[in-house]
């Protein structure tokens, strides 16, 4: 019951914001970033889980924006999901990264060890990135299908109890 209450104040909250903002709630409306099908939710939970799997700190948001409006997702998912990277689970996460990436891609010619342009941070760098996408598509791919099913269940047993009352 209390998460009930606490969804619908955020609800309320969030709300208000947009009333008082016109010209970004009329962005995302447009964009369809506010879309509430299966689809977008699914699409949304797609570039938040892609985004949130990705050393990209400081500029989630500013990404997660710009994929909802290019594949039309739901952003409210998106910011939602994106939190599987937080500040408590960042640095084991970039260290697996970093680790799949290296394992990976570490014996390739171009990334060998005693390469000029791999010493130091760019090592660690690349080797995170690399290891990120390699963990972040599949997920993202696999939150796709998995909300899809699950948001287009619940509106199916949202519309049937509905029918059942009126």
């Known amino acids: 019951m209390r998460l009930k209450q606490r969804y619908r104040y955020l609800r ?3 709300h208000a914001w947009l009333v ?13 970033c506010l ?11 797609f ?3 892609f985004v949130g799997l990705t050393p990209t700190v400081g500029a989630q948001t500013i990404f997660m924006i710009s994929g909802c409006i ?3 997702g739901n952003f409210p998912a998106a910011f939602a999901v994106s939190w599987v990277s937080n500040p408590f689970t960042m640095a084991p996460l970039y260290w697996g990264f970093h ?34 996408l390699l ?8 939150g796709y299908v998995v909300s899809h099913r699950l ?6 047993r949202r519309l049937a109890r509905a029918q059942r009352q009126s």
Request: hydrophobic fraction near 55%; proline fraction near 5%; glycine fraction near 12%.
């Open 70 to 72: 290019i594949v039309r």
């Open 99 to 132: 680790a799949i990436g290296q394992f990976v891609f570490g014996s390739l010619p171009f990334f060998a060890s005693s390469a000029w342009y791999l010493d130091g941070f760019i090592d660690e760098w690349l080797f995170a990135v690399l290891g990120s």
């Open 12 to 14: 309320a909250r969030g």
């Open 135 to 142: 963990v972040a598509l599949p997920s993202a791919m696999a």
């Open 151 to 156: 948001s287009a269940m619940l509106r199916a």
């Open 20 to 32: 008082a903002h016109p010209r970004v709630r009329a962005v995302l409306e447009a964009s369809g």
């Open 35 to 45: 879309r509430g099908g299966p689809e977008a939710v699914a699409r949304g939970v």
């Open 47 to 49: 570039v938040g889980l």
